[in-house]
């Protein structure tokens, strides 16, 4: 199938493979956008009525609209194939997160709790009930959010009477409800039964009913209660076992009666763990070779949190956005050119620290959200942009987009056709490194170099295959960096047009990089994981982390104070140049994805539901504004006439008003 097309849609990769059919990474020719579309196996295909039900049931599905539902867009038919057409979600699912890293902590899990109930209930009141909750068919993106899969599509799958079992695993058996087993008509408390068994596995790190055959297991949904898991696991108290137990109850009259109801106490419990360390602003401090103790936050409930002393390093960072314009580039001479531009001005678009001017007019446009939006013509992610001038810039994104404007941003043009192979790769930052050369990083090792004066594209050859992430250059040097997938960091010493591969002690996902000086860096990226540099990015060494979730960003505004931000709406603070870290109120779950400070007290945060985080107090405390898009924002850059440019989903670029 791979490399063939059904529809309009060409079958990149196999994502997965179920009872009910296999998962095709696919393109939509149509649209330019990647999709998720899942071909129906040939049994579900010999039943007339099912097939007409399941069309049915596709269209009204593809009506649900949830930040935490995996929307369907419909579904295809040709040569007795049978597709559903889905969102494409780049990450992991919650069982495979739960397989990696054993179990996870208390309040990690009552967090992606709270997002599966928001978007159970939603389904819900518009009269979905899922039938197939279970950690396989949640997925967490890039971002952090949990997104729930198939909705209402195992309920036409399911819709004959008796058992059955999908997948290698025992698979539904294993989150089934009572009444389920019994083969009665699945209810809203079905599915919260199974969310209450998914949850106790987040904990625990096994299925509660995972006990031998199929009959065993449905033996034990009807009659066995599963261990109280405050007698499992450390730092649980009654409240979870209480919370689990109304989940998980045989009979629904002692069930929670709605997601409302089980969202209250998830709310609660996550209020009590959070309360505490907003009260006390409390250090977390490491000694040398010590871990972290962790401090309960009541008799009961404890936050799980480790801290960590970043040692040795004092941060500073200084940028200020002035791109030289050059005139009647002569080619012949282009090399000379492109390292005088590279030596006369800043280049790293993304470690700015030196004041912007006119402050209140910015902070003008963030409060009222009077953006202008650009015309972009296109609905894929933007992730970054990047300028060589006033008028001139480049911005890329998922789906092959690349993109240019001549005009300071008002609109945008295309620089990679639909036909060409380049729109299959995703590209997540561009970097100027001179007028003439564009650089460009994307996924499966793809980098590229964009010449403006030839409109030529070249592969740069580089020792990595993986998906590429941030690139960074040291100011007024040749030497540059890129983050990626799998632990990947690449250096560059010629203004990148050659690069090697760095080792970096760690296979986690890598997203940005940052240095404080021309020695002194770090590399934030996944599962909290923190590199750091004191020989100019030629070593570097793992951190203890101070979180589990996801950093995305990170920024100092002097060698003193600095933040870092990311998933779960998480914020931290240093005022000691990282030797501590302090979790500040944020005021949102949203996965953060940009930290910017205009000033020595004023920055703002980006938010991936399109709200924006202000502080006028050096990040020490933070307002949430609405940007006016729901879509997610991705970046944020400012052009050398000090404008602010914010990049997000659906081919949004957002600036502020001349």
């Not at 010590?290 to 801290?307: A, D, I, R």
């Not at 090399?335 to 001005?345: H, V």
């Not at 942009?385 to 404007?405: E, H, P, Q, R």
């Amino acid at each position: 199938m791979i490399g063939s097309r059904i529809g309009h849609y060409k079958i990149i990769d196999v994502l997965g493979e179920g009872g009910m059919g296999i998962v095709y990474k696919a393109f939509d020719v149509k649209l330019e956008r990647y999709v998720a579309l899942k071909i129906l196996n040939s049994q579900a295909l010999n039943t007339p009525q099912f097939v007409e039900r399941f069309k049915r049931e596709a269209k009204n599905q593809a009506k649900l609209n949830h930040p935490n539902i995996v929307p369907v867009y419909g579904f295809t038919e040709e040569d007795n194939l049978l597709g559903i057409v889905m969102e494409y979600v780049e990450g992991e699912t919650l069982d495979q997160l739960i397989e990696r890293k054993g179990r996870l902590n208390l309040l990690e899990s009552l967090k992606i709790l709270q997002q599966i109930l928001r978007g159970t209930g939603y389904a819900h009141s518009k009269g979905f009930v899922h039938r197939d909750i279970k950690p396989s068919n949640i997925i967490l993106n890039l971002e952090g959010e949990a997104k729930i899969m198939d909705f209402g599509i195992s309920k036409s799958l399911s819709d004959t009477k008796g058992i059955t079992r999908m997948g290698t695993k025992l698979g539904t058996v294993l989150y089934m409800s009572p009444e389920q087993i019994k083969a009665l008509e699945p209810t809203q408390q079905s599915d919260i039964y199974s969310i209450g068994i998914t949850f106790y596995e987040m904990l625990s790190g096994k299925n509660p009913f995972d006990i031998g055959t199929d009959y065993q297991i449905m033996e034990a949904h009807l009659k066995m209660n599963p261990p109280r898991l405050s007698t499992m696991v450390g730092n649980l108290g009654n409240e979870v076992d209480e919370v689990l137990s109304s989940a998980m109850h045989k009979s629904t009259k002692k069930r929670y009666q709605s997601t409302e109801q089980f969202l209250a106490d998830v709310e609660r419990l996550i209020e009590i763990l959070e309360a505490p360390l907003e009260k006390r602003k409390s250090k977390v401090r490491t000694k040398a070779g010590q871990k972290n103790k962790t401090s309960p936050v009541n008799s009961k409930l404890s936050t799980q949190y480790n801290g960590t002393k970043i040692s040795g390093l004092r941060f500073y960072i200084f940028a200020f956005f002035f791109i030289v314009m050059f005139t009647g580039l002569i080619l012949f001479i282009y090399d000379a050119i492109a390292g005088y531009w590279q030596n006369t001005s800043d280049t790293g678009k993304k470690n700015s620290s030196s004041e912007i001017s006119n402050y209140s007019a910015h902070l003008n446009t963030i409060l009222n959200g009077k953006w202008n939006v650009a015309a972009t013509e296109t609905k894929a992610q933007i992730n970054a942009l990047a300028f060589t001038d006033d008028s001139i810039a480049f911005a890329c994104g998922l789906n092959g987009t690349f993109l240019k404007t001549t005009n300071g941003g008002a609109s945008w043009i295309s620089l990679i056709d639909t036909a060409d192979e380049k729109s299959s790769i995703n590209f997540y930052d561009v970097q100027a490194v001179s007028p003439a050369v564009i650089l460009i990083a994307g996924d499966s090792g793809n980098l590229l170099s964009y010449n403006p004066f030839l409109n030529e594209f070249e592969k740069i050859n580089i020792p990595s295959g993986e998906s590429l992430f941030d690139i960074y250059f040291l100011k007024n040097t040749g030497t540059g960096f890129i983050a990626g997938a799998n632990g990947n960091i690449l250096k560059s010493q010629d203004y990148g047009k050659t690069w090697q591969r760095i080792v970096s002690s760690t296979q986690q996902l890598l997203y940005e990089i940052n240095f404080a000086d021309q020695n002194n860096g770090f590399i934030a990226g996944w599962n909290g994981i923190v590199l750091k540099t004191t020989d100019r990015g030629n070593t570097w060494q793992k951190v203890e982390k101070f979180t589990d979730k996801y950093l995305r960003s990170i920024f100092f505004l002097d060698e003193e104070n600095g933040l870092t931000a990311g998933g779960g709406g998480e914020i931290f603070r240093s005022d000691d140049g990282g030797e501590t870290w302090e979790l500040i109120k944020s005021g949102t779950i949203s996965g953060l994805s940009k930290i910017y400070f205009f000033d020595s007290s004023n920055g703002i945060i980006l938010g991936s539901k399109g709200e924006i985080l202000i502080s006028e107090d050096a990040g020490e405390s933070w307002k949430n504004i609405s940007s006016g898009q729901f879509a997610g924002l991705t970046n944020l850059t400012i052009s050398p006439s000090q404008k602010i440019f914010l990049t997000g989903q659906n081919g949004v670029i957002l600036s502020e008003p001349d």
